[in-house]
């Protein structure tokens, strides 16, 4: 039996497609605090204002981050709303998840919460919707103790690294993203739960560069797996795909209409750097123009296979606010070696280069993509001692000045400020 | 010469005391000893939060420091803003 009258939301369950509202309605029956949720949306949207605050003293013992505070600014009108809390649930490395995990994580957020969840949220996490604050320590104590998870990240930390599921699964896998997922959310813990940063901070890490968790486009932080020789090819598979004997996409489009295979148009005139040809009935690669985006790759994946000499590219720097528009990440470090040896200590000094730099000049609520980005690639490549090289470069120049620095000059230059000064007023 | 831990701590705590919001960023604690990297100040901040002279405060989106009982008299007991 509905608490509240809510016609507007009501309107939300019309149509074919599914509603938030009926999947509220229906948690209601057995949690009745979801009535206020729908009690509080539906006067939200008479007001056309949001009635729920953010942040104040929330958290359990020790963490500053995996818990945000949320309270109704109407809470005598809706008592079951007053404190709903937002709990982030680390996510296992390529969310690998055990139904027995999962059920017990649902009795977790049945005992202590409202029941609702959001699987997942942008950064990965199991995100669990509403909770009062006396609820957190039990909550947290039983997370850690008896399922073995861990709260995520939030606020001004390093967010809950995210991975694909790389060499579990993957035959692309460049390099064992889950592992390395794992040992830098170990190794990183400090960072992870108390706030560390000038703002967020999130590491994603995919095998290879069809990306599947988005790393360029949503990671400050994006390891993206690729190689450094030569695509390994095979002519007489190539052949096959040509006579339509093996489907393109490994048979992804078969049940489309869209004709026979035909290489030219669906693999070489869609390659971005224009690096591939036939010759006779042979395909040809100019390795050195190929960029590895693995277009070719992946609709010819019996013939075609990833070079020998894996590792990774790192870009850095992406974002995807609402507000501000979206980032991706510019590539840095064209190839690194993913070394489980040396337990990841180069990837450890990239980002130990970029953290230094970064909490030493960016702004509060700056992100390290909108410091390069305000500080210039160039001072950016010296921070990180990469020597710049034409792959960092979007477009040729536009600007005709060319700024050197003295040390960059065969000789140098004696300048006096002083006296120029006299002349040009700064 | 440089300063000490417990010096670093006295001039964070100052400076929680005495800025004019109880919430402050991490980077404004920088400045209570600035011959240290942002990390070592980071984790004195969390050295102090550990024992309760200073607290975490989440505005939603970011976490900040401060000192618990600048925010009691902001936020009461509650600790609902």
């Known amino acids: ?96 998840y055990s139904s027995k995990n999962l059920r017990g994580l649902m009795d977790l957020w049945d005992k202590y919460g409202s029941g609702m969840t959001n699987m997942h949220g942008s950064t990965g ?114 052949k096959e795909y040509i006579a339509g004997n093996y489907p393109s996409n490994a048979g992804a489009h078969k049940d489309g209409d869209w004709g026979a295979f035909d290489i030219k148009k669906e693999v070489i005139d869609l390659c971005p750097t224009e690096c591939m040809w036939m010759e006779g009935d042979e395909l040809k690669i100019d390795n ?19 070079g020998k000499e894996k590792g990774a590219t790192i870009c850095i720097g992406a974002k995807a606010p609402i507000l501000d528009g979206a980032q991706f990440a510019t590539m840095i470090i064209p190839f690194i070696k993913i070394s489980k040896e040396s337990e990841y200590e180069e990837v450890i000094d990239v980002i130990e280069k970029i953290w230094d730099w970064w909490m030493e000049v960016g702004k509060n609520r700056e992100r390290v993509g909108e410091t390069m980005q305000r500080i210039g690639l160039p001072t950016f490549l010296s921070v990180m001692e990469v020597e710049p090289i034409p792959q960092h470069v979007k477009e040729p120049r536009s600007n005709p000045y060319v700024f050197w620095k003295e040390e960059e000059i065969p000789g140098g230059w004696e300048r006096d400020v002083v006296e120029f000064r006299k002349k040009h007023a700064a | 010469m440089a300063m000490s831990i417990e010096e670093v701590e006295a001039a964070m705590i100052a400076k929680a005391t005495k800025a004019p919001k109880p919430q402050l960023y991490i980077k404004d604690f920088y400045k209570c000893d600035p011959d240290r990297k942002p990390r070592e100040i980071k984790n004195i901040a969390n050295k102090l939060v550990s024992k309760g002279t200073l607290m975490f405060w989440s505005s939603g989106s970011t976490t900040m420091y401060a000192l618990p009982s600048r925010i009691k008299d902001e936020e009461g007991d509650e600790g609902i803003n």
Request: with cysteine; charged share 25%; proline share 6%.
């Open chain 1, 125 to 238: 996490d199991m995100i669990l919707l509403g909770t009062r604050t006396e609820n957190l320590e039990p909550l947290f104590w039983d997370l850690t103790h008896d399922l073995k998870q861990d709260l995520g990240g939030s606020g001004s930390n390093l967010r809950t690294p995210s991975c694909c599921l790389g060499e579990s699964r993957c035959e692309w896998a460049c390099y064992d993203a889950q592992d390395l997922c794992h040992h830098l959310t170990m190794h990183y813990q400090d960072e992870i739960h108390r706030p560390a940063f000038p703002y967020k901070f999130k590491f994603k890490f995919s095998a290879c560069a069809n990306d599947c968790v988005a790393a360029i486009a949503r990671s400050d932080f994006a390891v993206i797996g690729t190689w450094k020789d030569d695509i390994q090819m095979d002519q007489a598979a190539v």
């Open chain 1, 1 to 96: 039996m509905a608490k509240h009258d809510t016609p507007m939301l009501d309107e939300l369950e019309k149509g074919p497609w599914p509603s938030f509202v009926t999947d509220l309605k229906r948690q209601a029956e057995t949690h009745p605090d979801c009535w206020d949720i729908l009690g509080q949306l539906e006067l939200s949207y008479r007001d056309k204002i949001t009635h729920w605050k953010h942040g104040g003293i929330v958290g359990v013992f020790g963490y500053g981050g995996g818990i945000v505070g949320r309270y109704s600014d109407v809470p005598k009108q809706f008592p079951g709303v007053e404190h709903f809390h937002t709990v982030r649930i680390a996510q296992p490395s390529g969310m690998y």
């Open chain 1, 288 to 306: 050195s123009e190929c960029n590895r985006c693995m277009h070719c790759i992946n609709v010819m994946p019996r013939a075609l296979r990833p």
